[in-house]
């Protein structure tokens, strides 16, 4: 049988409240729906504005997942829009991590890399005005917010450089804004303009 620590006056209280789950329930629908809300913003972006978008990243449908421990707490994400390969990588994610913020997040690898690294890192004086950070761990998977992997790019005197040798010695590239949990009623709003900013420097 495996040891453990007796469950503590804290913990116990959370086991007897029945009404708190309920709550994350309705609160997770509602999580749902808003990123379904943005997900249909993008939508008619996408068709609005299809220049330079590879045809297949157009094609491509919005999907939701969701999970309960990523750094011990729960989360729900769309990637859209998004096309995944072994060796090609163009997502545009959207999260939302409780108790801890909302991210944007543009990432490509491969051929989607190759096409669009020269004009981000010319543009990279906008991205960097409009409130970007730049993934700097060797993992693209990773989202937590620590200085560890993720910096703003206003923070480096040549961006664009930074974006080079960034995407030379990781093999890919992640730009993203962060919005904080508390505005939550402009996450539509605000992942529209952060992918409206992103399309224009392609």
Known sequence: MRRMQP????????????????VKQVLTRQLSDLLGNCSESLRIDLEKNP???PAEVLKSSPKIS???NYLGRPWMILDYPRVFSKEDMFAFRTLCWWG??????LLLKGIYLENLLEPLSNNAAVLSKSGFN???SNDPFIHHFGEDNIRPLNH?????QLIKIRANQSGFIKLAKLLPLQQ?????EETLKTWST???TF
């Open 7 to 22: 469950i503590g006056t804290e913990e116990e209280a959370l086991l007897l409240n029945d009404h708190i789950f309920l």
């Open 51 to 53: 220049q330079r978008i």
């Open 66 to 68: 969701k999970g309960e």
């Open 100 to 105: 801890q913020g909302f991210s944007m997040t």
């Open 134 to 136: 730049i993934g700097i």
């Open 156 to 160: 480096f005197p040549e961006p664009g």
């Open 184 to 188: 939550h009623g402009s996450l539509v």
């Open 198 to 200: 992103l399309r224009e």
